[in-house]
């Protein structure tokens, strides 16, 4: 019964990023992660009055950038 049960995530690990969460991860400042937001290159969702971003779209990303791959996301501002 036990190996049937799905695998719990560590308390430690957030559903959700803050921005200064974001920027340590892909190692920008937080400047340029709210200009990535408001260029629409990088998802964010709003919760009452604080940004966040969601876990896997943020891994997708990473992981996507590091592939090689583009998506509208990827893309910086300036190659829009």
């Known amino acids: 019964w ?5 695998p719990s ?3 430690a690990v957030p559903v959700y990023y803050t921005p200064k969460e ?4 892909l190692r920008v400042s937080t400047h340029t992660i709210y200009a ?3 260029a629409g290159t990088l998802p964010a969702i ?5 940004v ?4 896997y779209r943020i891994a997708k990303e990473v992981v996507e950038a ?8 990827t893309r910086l501002p300036h190659e829009s």
Do not use: E, M
């Open 2 to 6: 036990q190996a049937l049960k799905q």
């Open 9 to 11: 995530l560590p308390d």
């Open 22 to 25: 974001v920027a340590v991860l």
């Open 36 to 38: 990535w937001i408001r």
């Open 46 to 50: 709003q919760i009452g009055q604080n």
């Open 52 to 55: 966040r971003f969601p876990r």
């Open 66 to 73: 590091r592939c090689g791959h583009t998506s509208k996301y």
